[in-house]
């Protein structure tokens, strides 16, 4: 029983340092931006490299964010990340709703059809859905980075799997009492998928945040450009010297919003990705 107790206080040691080390390595490429957005220029292409800075230049986040009309392509962001995210909430919420609660003719194999458009990569669709933009007349708006963004089959798949796990007493006794599949949907489902809401809300938000490859291809005017186009500009607009302590600056200023929510939503987030992968 010692040999045991000793081995298993051993393979615990191991394992957080291990875990310790690998954190580290994670961290350590976030912690270099934040810090080499206070260096100045000639810092960071000193070598060898300056890990800290000398002195702390809060004036290259003030500097980054008048080179370019950042705060524009901030509010952009802000509009197509919060029009998604919600949009996608309800849609997904619905549909998994319909796949977990309700009866209807071919509802296992319509739900294996939806889910098997996941497996339809991206440049595959980007041809056709560029057509169609076209077609609608939105080359260049911000619906045309919204609207295709608004549904999700991972997310519906997400939402079903949380839903499968609610107990069927309330919805039956939801009915006895009249309730409409509309409210039992608003007043009883809903409540109950807070964390699941938190996880989708959380992986939406900071897809849209970071999405870069369909904006760049749907937008061309400054005006409705987003914070990745913004920084790639930036990044692109001094051909003789990149200012890398500024992007680094507006880099850290463009991942604060995501770093806050999580924080704020990581007790739910946890949970419904323990949850969710547990049901059905």
């Known amino acids: 029983m010692l040999k045991k107790s000793t081995s298993k206080r ?42 800290m800075p000398k002195k702390f230049q809060w004036s290259n986040y003030v500097e980054a964010w008048k080179a370019l009309p950042f705060d524009r392509f901030f509010i952009n962001s802000l509009l197509v990340t919060i029009f998604v995210t919600v949009g996608q909430l309800f849609t997904c919420s619905l549909g998994g709703y319909a796949f977990a609660r309700l009866r209807f003719p071919g509802k296992d194999k319509l ?16 041809i056709p859905l560029f057509i169609i933009m076209q077609s609608f007349g939105w080359i260049d708006t911000l619906k045309s980075i919204i609207v295709p963004g608004l549904f999700s089959a991972w997310g519906t798949f997400l939402m079903r799997q949380f839903m499968m796990g609610i107990p069927r007493t309330l919805e039956d006794a939801a009915k006895i009492d009249g309730c409409s599949y509309w409210r039992l ?3 009883i489902i809903v409540p109950l998928c807070k964390p699941v809401f938190a996880t989708l809300g959380i992986f939406t938000f900071m897809g849209t945040w970071n999405q870069f490859f369909w904006p760049l291809i749907m937008i061309n005017t400054i ?6 186009l913004g920084l790639v500009m930036f990044q692109t607009r001094i051909a003789a010297e990149t200012p890398w302590h500024l992007i680094m600056a507006a880099s850290c200023a463009t991942v604060l919003p995501i770093i806050i929510l999580f924080i704020i939503g990581q007790k739910y987030y946890v949970k419904g990705i323990v949850t969710s992968g547990l049901k059905g």
């Open 111 to 126: 739900f294996l059809m939806y889910l098997a458009t996941m497996m339809i990569p991206f440049p595959v669709l980007m």
């Open 223 to 228: 005006s409705n450009k987003t914070l990745p």
């Open 185 to 187: 949907y608003w007043k």
């Open 10 to 51: 051993l393979v615990d040691y191991l394992s957080y340092i291990l875990l310790i080390l690998t954190g580290i390595v994670v961290i350590l490429p976030f912690v270099w931006m934040i810090l080499s957005s206070f260096k100045t220029a000639g810092e960071i292409w000193t070598f060898p490299p300056v890990f």
